[in-house]
T-cell receptor, first 113, second 115 residues
Framework: AQSVTQLGSHVSVSEGALVLLRCNYSSSVPPYLFWYVQYPNQGLQLLLK??????LVKGINGFEAEFKKSETSFHLTKPSAHMSDAAEYFC???????????FGPGTSLSVIP | DAGVTQSPTHLIKTRGQQVTLRCSPI?????VSWYQQVLGQGPQFIFQYYEKEERGRGNFPDRFSARQFPNYSSELNVNALLLGDSALYLC??????????????FGDGTRLSIL
């Protein structure tokens, strides 16, 4: 079975500061890992995904995440926060190609001018 | 190309009623999944359909059912609505669930409110 925890339900950063959103997963098989972003009243948009090709994954909008098997982590980072980054971020995991995707509870990111 | 489209965008029902939500996947996508997102929480998996067959089911009661049509569109049905069914219902489509676990593309959802 797979599960996801996201440390910090709410994170605030200053504009231009580093963004770090934490995600830890549990999986009985090699996982597929995802980060999604959700803006108010919208669906989810895929930021990036890990599928075992490379441990450092680059996504859209300047985001990247590093898969660390020893720590069972997949933290999301961005060097410099923009106001437009304010949104809800979800980490997600699935086990095999046909598995359902399990989402974490989400982290709300606020960017302070 | 059009993204995943869901209808209606908003819906208000009363307890005990039945509701049908609709989803049209991205053209060429054969897999459709349904998720329930309660306010303040992450999406919870309800169903996945691929080539009109159910491929996965989450921990939801039998009041929830779904189907996929030959054109790969899908409907989610919920019977005997409860207050707790109030949520954003998201549909996601992907090419298939092949080796690379094709990422899912989400629609903007249907906001269901139960009075």
């Amino acid at each position: 079975a797979q599960s996801v925890t996201q440390l910090g339900s709410h994170v605030s950063v200053s504009e231009g500061a580093l963004v770090l959103l934490r995600c830890n997963y549990s999986s009985s098989v090699p996982p597929y890992l995802f980060w999604y972003v959700q803006y108010p009243n919208q669906g989810l948009q895929l930021l990036l995904k890990y599928t075992s090709a490379a441990t450092l994954v680059k996504g859209i909008n300047g985001f990247e995440a590093e898969f660390k098997k020893s720590e069972t982590s997949f933290h999301l980072t961005k060097p410099s926060a923009h106001m437009s980054d304010a949104a809800e971020y979800f980490c997600a995991v699935s086990g095999t190609s046909y598995d359902k995707v399990i989402f974490g509870p989400g982290t709300s990111l606020s960017v302070i001018p | 190309d059009a993204g995943v489209t869901q209808s209606p965008t908003h819906l208000i029902k009363t307890r005990g009623q039945q509701v049908t939500l609709r989803c049209s996947p991205i053209s060429g996508h054969k897999s459709v999944s349904w998720y329930q997102q309660v306010l303040g929480q992450g999406p919870q998996f309800i169903f996945q359909y691929y080539e009109k067959e159910e491929r996965g089911r989450g921990n939801f009661p039998d009041r929830f059912s779904a189907r996929q049509f030959p054109n790969y569109s899908s409907e989610l049905n919920v019977n005997a609505l409860l207050l707790g069914d109030s949520a954003l219902y998201l549909c996601a489509s992907s090419l298939d669930q092949g080796v690379d676990n094709q990422p899912q593309h989400f629609g903007d959802g249907t906001r269901l409110s139960i009075l």
